[in-house]
Nanobody, 119 residues
Framework: QLVESGGGLVQAGGSLTLSCQASRNGFSIATMAWYRQAPGKQRELVARITRGGISNYKDSVKGRFTISRDNGKRTVSMQMNNLKSEDTAVYYC???????????????WGQGTQVTVSS
């Protein structure tokens, strides 16, 4: 229900933009985020943005990555600049959402998109 796009292969110092859309109508979405998982490592939070637009970032990407969202289109994007080899990972879109106001929020995940940065 979260559809991602925008991964790929880029040289160090290059840029990529990841996008994710919640495809299900009726979703009430709170926080949206991007996580990543490198081979042999745990999944980690990269950036998060609230419905009101407040964002926070993993220290190593501050100043290089920018997360944004469009509440009307139910999308979240992340512009990644000055990419480094250590940014290589599978990136996952995440949303805290509910389909009914009487239900609690649940976590939803995209299928993941590969970002590979060559040095």
């Amino acid at each position: 229900q979260l559809v991602e796009s925008g991964g790929g292969l880029v040289q160090a110092g290059g840029s990529l933009t990841l996008s994710c859309q919640a495809s299900r109508n009726g979703f009430s979405i709170a926080t949206m985020a991007w996580y990543r998982q490198a081979p042999g490592k745990q999944r980690e939070l990269v950036a998060r943005i609230t419905r009101g637009g407040i964002s926070n970032y993993k220290d190593s990407v501050k100043g290089r990555f920018t997360i944004s969202r469009d509440n009307g289109k139910r999308t979240v994007s992340m512009q990644m600049n000055n990419l480094k080899s250590e940014d290589t990972a599978v990136y996952y879109c995440n949303a805290e959402a509910r389909i009914d106001l009487n239900l609690p929020y649940s976590n939803y995940w995209g299928q993941g998109t590969q970002v590979t940065v060559s040095s």
